[in-house]
């Protein structure tokens, strides 16, 4: 079957505004400035885009978001334009349903954009607590008893440690690898190398989580241009295709994730707080795409803390459930390793701006696979996979990208 | 510190009320037998609307544990690190508290705990845990 190409999805342009300290401006010039980044790295004519995707902001959010930065964009036909509201799980999640709207006919070219100012806006040592206050995990069973972001992953860790014997020097390598590829990346705001030692003498969070196990925070805006492939070969850039997609939410309370309260049976049975429901959509994506994990040249894995990343490892099914440990030693997720990871430097070296934190990881996959990524390139750069995740791994989008 | 204090809704209050009177009770489906929690309106396992509230042992099974260094949001407002634990109740149910007590940071995945009740504010008990230390 020879496949129509004003229906198949690929993305034609890739942006992104420096991140870091960004002390002089705003969430909505930040997502201005991505767009505008994106659209110029496409070539493409802003008239003919014709979806729009934001994830809101923590900072100047608004219940209609899409429609404030379509303002600011002046985009004014959307056939296609929503506020997604899956936090860290953003990205993939849009790039899928920017997918759907190219193969039906629906929509020329989307934009996927975001930003924010998380480290500016918000005064040092308030985060957690404006996290918290923010609402996202249960208010009345969880935070009452002192629980946090790092403290909730801290859970996930250390049953992933009790049931495996997974070790903080294991989740450390994850740390020591972004820092690596993040000194060969300029734009990036943590660049000295660290090592195993450094991470596990960095005062401790949560246990088992010292902080160089958590992500950054920080100021900064990413943006992704899906078009179809008809219209990107009139573009300059080589389209990178979407060759597959998935997703998949559980909950985000804990005790329901633990005993996968309400799931059928057949995934009860194989699914709790260690053994995530991405496993269904990395079922999906690499079906999609018709791929193995053993094709895989570059993953970006979503890395709010080491343990994040650490879980995919497995659920992906780049090693068998309990090995991430193992598999994360000796290099093999660093640039000359079987599998290097966030090449960028992830969130972990790089940075993470909120909900946009997981664009970055789908503009570096972009990048390498276009081979522009100098000395972090990784060669013969064929098949990416880009993750997102939120919400203590128990929400997942997925997307497996090729030349 | 940002206090976080449970707000008891239509369909928790009996729970945080029975905290405040010292007896731990969840929701019992009268269909499927499990036990449900937090409190909800139809049974998460099953879609029964036969719930009834029912006196739980109070005895669980330490799931997963973490040392919180910072517990900005903890309605008891420690003073220092908090024992954060998700506790696997003797009737089924996950559900996050705290170890309080002697040897509370030590305790490990896999410990036997106990319910008791603190106190928070004039309004909202909190039900967290003890170490069960096995008799020799």
């Known amino acids: ?403 | 510190m940002s206090r976080t204090f449970p707000r008891p809704t239509k369909i928790s209050a009996p729970f945080w009320a029975a905290c405040h009177d010292r007896v731990f009770q969840m929701q019992r489906c009268g269909a499927c037998t499990r036990f449900v929690w937090f409190p909800m309106y139809i049974c998460p396992h099953c879609a029964s609307t036969d719930l009834h509230w029912t006196a739980l042992s109070g005895d669980g099974t330490v799931y997963s544990r973490s040392l919180v260094i910072d517990p900005v949001s903890a309605a008891s407002a420690p003073p220092g690190p908090l024992l954060v634990a998700l506790i696997e109740l003797d009737e089924g149910p996950v559900m996050m508290s705290n170890v309080i007590g002697d040897g509370a940071e030590d305790v490990a995945i896999g410990d036997r705990v106990r319910v008791v009740f603190q106190q928070v504010s004039d309004d909202v008990t909190l039900p967290v845990f003890e170490r069960v230390i096995a008799e020799a």
């Open chain 1, 1 to 403: 079957m020879t496949l129509d190409p004003s229906r198949v999805a690929v993305i034609a342009g890739v942006g992104e505004t420096p991140v870091g300290r960004l002390p002089d401006t705003n969430s909505i010039e930040l997502h201005v400035q991505a767009a505008k980044a994106a659209i110029d790295d496409a070539g493409i004519d802003k008239g003919l885009i014709d979806g729009l995707l934001t994830s809101g902001a923590f900072l100047d959010d608004n219940i209609r978001h899409h429609i404030i930065i379509a303002e600011n964009l002046g985009i004014y036909r959307k056939t296609l334009c929503d506020t997604l509201r899956t936090g860290g799980q953003s990205w993939c999640h849009g790039l899928q349903m920017a997918q759907w709207a190219i193969q039906a006919g629906r929509c020329r070219a989307v934009l996927l954009v975001g930003g924010d100012t998380l480290l500016s806006s918000i005064p040092t040592g308030k985060g957690l607590g404006a996290y918290t206050d923010y609402g996202a995990h249960s208010m009345e069973f969880e935070t009452p008893f002192g629980v946090h972001v790092p403290g909730f992953y801290a859970l996930l860790a250390a049953r992933h440690m009790h049931e495996f014997g997974t070790t903080s020097e294991q989740l450390a390598a994850i740390a020591v690898a972004c820092r690596k590829h993040a000194s060969l990346n300029p734009a990036a705001q943590k660049r000295d190398p660290i090592t195993i030692e450094d991470v596990l003498a960095s005062r401790m969070v949560a246990t088992p989580l010292h902080l160089l196990d958590c992500s950054l925070i920080s100021d900064g805006g990413h943006a992704v241009l899906v078009t179809s492939l008809e219209v990107a070969r009139d573009l300059k850039p080589t389209p990178i295709r979407l060759a597959g997609l998935g997703q998949a939410q559980s909950y985000y309370h804990m005790g329901h994730l633990a005993k996968a309260v309400g799931a059928p049976p057949e995934i009860a049975r194989t699914h709790d707080l260690t053994h995530t429901v991405q496993t269904l959509a990395a079922e999906q994506a690499f079906g999609e795409a018709g791929v193995t994990p053993a094709d895989v040249d570059v993953a970006e894995l979503y890395d709010s803390f080491t343990i994040t990343a650490l879980l995919q490892l497995e659920d992906l099914g780049f090693c068998k459930k309990g090995e991430a440990g193992a598999f994360a030693e000796g290099g093999r997720l660093e640039l000359g390793g079987g599998l290097p990871i966030n090449t960028h430097g992830g969130m972990l070296s790089y940075a993470h701006p909120g909900a946009t934190g997981g664009m970055a990881h789908i503009v570096e996959a972009v990048r390498q696979l276009r081979g522009e990524c100098g000395p972090r390139q990784v060669a013969d750069c064929e098949v990416a996979v880009a993750t997102n995740v939120s919400a203590v791994s128990s929400t997942h989008s997925v997307a497996v990208l090729t030349r």
